[in-house]
């Protein structure tokens, strides 16, 4: 586990007319190994690195436990989380399967 990814997750805030936007929070930073899962996809007309991240497994009920609707960032680069879910019987890591998002 060679990468120091940031954790974040989503925070509706309003917007001052009456709606909400979404602001990114950052929950702590986790050491993971970053693994591709394929060369890319096309979706929407954009390719998308597909990504298995495994970190050491965080408890449930903790803040910086990764969720689906969450991301990492690594500098510049962002992750969005698809998928969470124990890497081994004994629950000592987690993986994520993730997405990297692209700038449109």
Do not use: N, S
């Not at 009456?18 to 591709?36: D, K, M, N, P, S």
């Not at 060369?39 to 998308?48: K, N, P, T, W």
């Amino acid at each position: 586990m060679t990468r120091r990814l940031l954790l974040e997750a989503p925070e509706r805030v309003p917007d001052g007319a009456g709606g909400y936007g979404e602001a990114w929070v950052a929950l702590g930073h986790v050491w993971a190994a970053v693994e591709t899962r394929g060369a890319g996809r096309e979706v929407d007309q954009a390719a998308r690195l597909q990504l298995k991240v495994t970190m050491r497994a965080v408890p449930q009920g903790a803040a910086a436990r990764p969720t689906a609707e969450m991301r990492f960032r690594d500098g510049d680069r962002l992750y969005r989380i698809e998928a969470v879910h124990e890497g081994d019987a004994l629950g000592r890591t987690l993986v994520c399967f993730a997405v990297e998002e692209v700038a449109r």
